[in-house]
């Protein structure tokens, strides 16, 4: 069974930076899709950026495009999202998640295997 742990989260200034990344234990990490998630008080999960298992194709939300990188190290079943012009409205929990599918899919009905998340404070 494949566990997922994230880290990397705090506090940051607006204009900031910060990278989160998400550790796998268990199964073949180089096989799955990765995903990034992020939930705000009293809103639903949304999608934040994918992953393929080579680390070759990525998508993101329009909100985060040009601000965020995702990528990963499968020596060390790892996967990294870089932060950078942290606004306010970023502020969220964020999760990573593995792909029940080999397809970059924004619909986290479509992930198992959740972390426990990371919170980022982006204050103004």
């Known amino acids: 069974q494949v566990q997922l742990e994230e880290s990397g989260g705090g506090l940051v200034q607006a204009g900031g930076s910060l990278r989160l990344s998400c550790t796998a234990s268990g199964g073949t990490f180089s096989m799955y899709v990765m995903g990034w998630f992020r939930q705000a008080p009293g809103k639903e999960r949304d999608f934040v950026a994918v992953i393929s298992q080579s680390g070759g194709a990525t998508d993101y939300a329009d909100s985060v495009k040009g601000r965020f990188t995702t990528s990963r190290d499968n020596a060390k079943n790892t996967v990294y999202l870089q932060m950078n012009s942290l606004k306010p409205e970023d502020t969220a929990v964020y999760y990573c998640?593995?792909?029940?599918?080999?397809?970059?899919?924004?619909?986290?009905?479509?992930?198992?295997?959740w972390g426990q998340g990371t919170q980022v404070t982006v204050s103004s």
């Open positions: 998640a593995r792909s029940r599918t080999n397809w970059l899919r924004r619909d986290r009905y479509t992930y198992q295997n």
